[in-house]
């Protein structure tokens, strides 16, 4: 039995909730998560860590240092609260067993090298990915011929646009240059200009829309709508890189998205106006 750490800002969101069951059922009942820690209580519906942990039937740990300890392997959740991360994965990333760590990664590029940094100085596997990375409809596509991408999907920037930038990112395969927000009434637009004079867009549509993308190719377009269990393709590949220590998503690559998205929010104080993606 592989025993799993979840070390949280706050316990009682989404992923939390769920990952649990759909880690045991993935490992058909080989991995449990057997030990919790909460920084602080949910300011969202005020459910204490100390109760989550009796709803889920899971031992609450008091220290990062102790569940660490404890744990064969180890998940850093904090989904919404990217800016938590680097705190929260200091003592995990440098303790040698493998890490998830939930996306949003970072806030920022600088941040994110400093937690890879950390991870790679103690020789700690570990990735960041949103599950739509793996949903079906990516499998097997021809990246050669990609020219251009144009992306679509639900709510703002800060928080989903990772869901969009990850399936960009491993499409476009190439390290971006500048973006341009575009605002609209309920909706956003960021251009996106890549080092080989290629472009892309994404844009969030605040009342909802469904994960799609065209993709402008040299044998045709190809229009990809979302519809597979992603969520359950994720937690196979986490299971599998528990098992194995195989990292799923190259770190040169989180951070190229990392300095994407910083370049993005910066982009939402001009409009309308192209900023660098720096990455340094």
Known sequence: MIKIGFIDYYLDEWHANNYPAMIDRASGGDMKVAYAYGMIDSPIGGMTTDAWCEKYGIQKIGTIEEIVELSDVLVVLSPDNCEMHEELCRIPLASGKRCYVDKTFAPDYPTAKRIFDNA???????????????????????????????????????????????????????APKRVMYLPGEGFYTLVIEYCDGRYASIAGYRDGSPFMMNLAKAD?????????????????????????????????????????????????????EWVEVVEG
Request: net charge negative.
């Open 120 to 174: 790679e100085a103690h020789g700690t596997p570990c990735y960041s990915t949103s599950a739509l990375r793996f949903a079906d409809e990516y499998r097997n596509i021809d990246t050669s011929g990609i020219r251009a991408v144009q992306s679509w999907g639900p709510a703002g920037f800060e928080t989903y646009s990772i869901h969009q930038l990850e399936p960009l990112a491993m499409l476009m395969k190439a």
């Open 220 to 272: 045709g377009n190809c229009v990809i709508n979302v519809e597979s269990p992603f969520f359950d393709r994720f937690i196979d590949n986490l299971v599998d890189f528990f098992r194995t220590g195989d990292v799923k998503v190259p770190h040169e690559e989180t951070l190229h998205i990392m300095a994407l998205r910083g370049a993005g929010l910066a982009a939402q104080q001009v409009p309308g």
